[in-house]
């Protein structure tokens, strides 16, 4: 492979239009279908580069047939896909499955969807279902991108855009509920990052400093009503966020100062501009957002999860418990997070 291949969402979107549909078009005509590129990989969310050709990565297309066709078109693929194309394997292995095969993921829409997400896809995930607060708690941004974030090049008969625009965003009182759980945490140690570093310990300042830069980013995405990205991508999908580019200059400013005071500083502007976009989004907020830890030269948090809180009419979502949150707000646990049997555990 080298440097002039397109990236892998263009890759995809190409195989799709010059090889999978005509073949389609040619051996299976009456199929409806939906072509996009989702799942995982670096190139479902545009940020894969040379390195990431080292594996899993290549031509992969995800194809939603509906009213049980997928088997059918799935070895219509087996058989007559071409060996190669633009002079790249379309049969190969991978880091999950070690089959050489081809990696034209064929499902339905709701059967892919339950792949990623772990939920009932004849149920919450099926055409008269509703998602319950258990299960949109026990998803994690992630699971969600990789339904909802990659491009999609054919939606013929329009289920994976209904499917999509249903998993859009949080019901309206439990995105409160989540907003209110990040600043929950971030309440509970921010002074604890002026108390460590009066004591001398810049490093354990540092290390809560960095815990509450990776909640901001988390927060930034909420208040944007965008899905965060797993940890690798965290950082650069917040910087993307409208008015990312101060919000990644404060975490700068955090993450590499080495005075405690300057940390502290940073951290509260960060908390402050977060706030601020709060209160733009139409939701409850106090500015400013931090006030002195009693007569310490710490910074505390005011009242903005409780302020959150007392905005929440559902009394479904009122009677969770208080900054408690999601599944990923509960645990960064990567192993936890993948699985979703344990991410129920963690809300149910």
Do not use: C
Not at 184 to 210: F, K
Not at 246 to 273: C, F, I, N, P, T
Request: glycine share 10%; aromatic share 6%; hydrophobic share 45%.
């Amino acid at each position: 492979m080298t440097g002039a291949l397109p990236a892998g969402a263009a890759l995809s979107g190409a195989y799709y239009e010059q090889v999978v549909a005509p073949l389609l078009g040619r051996r299976a005509p009456g199929v409806e279908h939906a072509a996009a590129r989702l799942g995982s990989g670096s190139d479902v969310l545009g940020y894969d580069d040379a390195q990431s050709r080292d594996h899993d990565w290549g031509l992969r297309l995800t194809l939603l047939v509906e009213d049980g066709g997928a088997a059918e078109v799935d070895q219509l693929l087996a058989a007559e896909l071409p060996a190669r194309w633009r002079d790249l394997p379309t049969r190969f292995a991978t880091t999950w499955d070690p089959v050489v095969r081809h990696r034209v993921e064929v499902a339905s829409a709701a059967d892919f969807a339950a792949s990623r997400l772990g939920l009932d896809a004849s149920g919450a995930l099926g055409p008269t279902g509703r998602l319950s607060l258990e299960d949109w708690r026990s998803l994690t941004g992630q699971a969600l991108l990789e339904v909802t974030a990659g491009p999609v090049f054919h939606d013929g008969p329009g289920v994976l855009t209904a499917l999509r625009e249903r998993l859009a965003w949080y019901p309206h009182d439990l995105w409160l509920y989540a907003i209110a759980a990040d600043w929950h945490r971030v309440g509970q140690e921010l002074p604890d990052v002026g108390r460590a570093g009066l004591r001398g310990d810049e490093d354990g300042s540092a290390l809560i400093a960095a815990r509450h830069v990776r909640t901001l980013f988390h927060l930034a995405h909420l208040l944007h009503r965008r899905w965060p990205p797993y940890g690798k991508w965290l950082a650069r999908s917040a910087a993307e966020l409208p008015g990312g580019g101060a919000v990644r200059a404060a975490a700068l400013d955090v993450l590499g100062s080495r005075d405690w005071r300057r940390r502290q500083a940073a951290l509260g502007d960060l908390a402050e501009l977060l706030a601020t976009v709060q209160g733009e989004a139409g939701l409850p907020t106090l500015l400013p957002a931090t006030e002195a830890f009693f007569d310490r030269p710490h910074l505390g948090l005011r009242g903005l999860p409780e302020q959150l809180a007392a905005a929440i009419a559902d009394p479904a979502v009122r009677d969770l418990p208080p900054g408690v949150g999601t599944a990923e707000q509960i645990s960064d646990n990567v192993t936890v997070l993948v699985d979703p049997t344990a991410r129920r555990r963690l809300v149910g």
